[in-house]
């Protein structure tokens, strides 16, 4: 577990696959994704979840965001990880919408680039969100992420923001 000033990333559970599929066939946070919501039934959903836990990869790292009080909100994971560039890339997604603009999602981003840093030989940590997601954007740069590009899939447009360990030392000594 790592504990943030609002959550708990904690590694994924098999009770995590509801709330996992819920989200993930949702229409509005599907899109917020880049991805199309899963046309899948649970049950299949399930099986290919179970397997995933039982086999993580060892190029991603996936937490559950949990508040204090044990409610499994979202997910955040580094993934790409690769040492020899000293890299890796960030994604997070605050299911429930009972907690956005609450800065959950502000805390999250900022307990797993700290655990990044801290834990990891990475120096450089990137991630893409539409150009659409303002909000998301405001998040990220308000946890030292800045812009640095942009780039385009199918019909999807990206901002692509990045973090330097360097940049993550400088804020950490100003507070």
């Known amino acids: 577990m790592i504990t943030g000033s609002k959550i708990i990333l904690r590694s994924k559970l098999l009770d995590d696959a509801l709330n996992d599929y819920a989200w993930q066939t949702d229409d509005e946070l599907s899109h917020l994704d880049a991805a199309r919501p899963l046309d899948i039934n649970f049950m299949e959903y399930f099986s290919v979840y179970k397997r995933q836990l039982r086999y993580p990869s060892l190029i991603s790292h996936q937490f559950a965001i949990e508040t204090p009080d044990g409610n499994h909100i979202g997910n955040c994971s580094f993934y790409h990880f690769d040492e020899n560039k000293s890299e890796t890339e960030l994604g997070i997604m605050i299911g429930n919408r009972h ?77």
């Open 99 to 175: 907690y956005w603009d609450k800065c959950y999602g502000t805390d999250a981003i900022n307990t797993l680039v700290n655990h990044i840093f801290s834990q990891t030989s990475i120096k450089h940590i990137y991630l893409k969100t539409l150009d659409s997601n303002i909000r998301a954007q405001k998040c990220f740069h308000k946890c030292g992420f800045t812009k640095y590009g942009h780039s385009a899939m199918g019909v999807y447009k990206f901002t692509l923001m990045e973090i330097y360990r360097s940049n993550w030392e400088k804020q950490q000594q100003k507070t």
